[in-house]
């Protein structure tokens, strides 16, 4: 990566960068909020335009704008998508996962573009890509590829347009994104993720129904209470607004646990943690006080 930048043409400030077993203590993921300290203090207090948190096999990239805000992964989607349609591209159709935010939503549809969506997991998108019937293939954590790049996960292809994308617009990185998020209707949406450890194992139902009690806690409305509960593939379930809101919850395959993530309007309740715990643990709380 930073090779590619100075061919770019970019000034490059590495942190962290020596290889260390320990990843300097850190987990070398870069959708964990801790992992994006560093270069979120370093773009506000250096005068970066951007930085790029990679993992640690460098396949995956979350970017920060120049005040150091993350620009979550289905956000920094839909800029690449805008980017490449301006630049011409031919992008028949985008592939996403079911864990994917509104904004690469919106902006296909408002570009008349349809969606597949799979299970979560980029093995589940490079065949869509490898088979040419996508364009364009994002997950929840920092997995892109876009064609003529790559059709496996590609953060120096994202790199590259990113620059691109400054260099056309010569606007700093965050109020492009606040023009994308204010065009589509998403500035007020807020990202959620929790990932509970429950108790006991958990069913089916005791997701459905917990799903939906956390969705009264956010306050959540544009039809929540009344909307069904979807079933998604793999165990995952997911509640949608007509607002834009929405919540999905799975369990985690790569974490021991249960995820709930999602976007809401408003602030998200302190206690969100702790009352999808109680959810989660209720029957069995409830099983132990009666033995």
Not at 81 to 96: S, V
Not at 224 to 249: C, I, K, N, Y
């Amino acid at each position: 990566m930073e090779k590619l930048g100075y061919v770019l043409g970019w000034r490059v400030r590495t942190i962290a960068c020596a290889p260390r077993a320990d990843f300097g203590g850190l987990q070398p993921d870069p959708s964990k909020p801790a992992s994006r300290q560093r270069i979120k203090a370093e773009a506000r207090t250096s005068g970066a335009d951007f930085g790029f948190v990679l993992d640690g096999d460098g396949d995956r990239l979350y970017v920060v704008d120049e005040t150091g805000a993350t620009l979550q992964p289905h956000g920094l989607t839909a800029h690449v998508l805008r980017h490449a349609i301006t630049r011409r591209q031919r992008i028949p159709k985008i592939a996403l996962t079911q864990s994917s935010g509104m904004s690469v939503r919106l902006e296909a549809r408002r570009l008349d573009l349809s969606v597949c969506e799979t299970p979560i997991g980029f093995k589940y998108l490079a065949p869509l890509m490898s088979s040419g019937e996508v364009g364009l293939a994002a997950g929840a954590v920092g997995d892109f590829a876009v064609a003529g790049w790559s059709t496996d996960r590609d953060p120096f292809a994202i790199a590259a347009l990113v620059s691109q994308m400054l260099a056309r617009t010569g606007m700093p990185l965050s109020q492009t994104v606040a023009n994308l998020h204010r065009d589509l209707g998403t500035d007020a949406l807020h990202w959620i993720e929790h990932l509970v450890v429950p108790k006991t194992t958990v069913s089916a139902t005791t997701m459905s129904n917990a799903l939906r009690c956390i969705a009264r806690h956010c306050g959540i409305g544009g039809g929540v209470e009344t909307a069904p509960v979807q079933t998604l593939s793999h165990g995952a379930f997911r509640l949608r607004g007509a607002d834009h809101q929405w919540l999905p919850m799975r369990g985690s395959t790569t974490e021991r646990g249960i995820g709930l993530y999602g976007e809401i309007f408003g602030e998200v309740p302190s206690d969100l943690a702790e009352v999808l715990a109680a959810h989660m643990n209720e029957k069995h709380e409830n099983g132990r006080s009666r033995s």
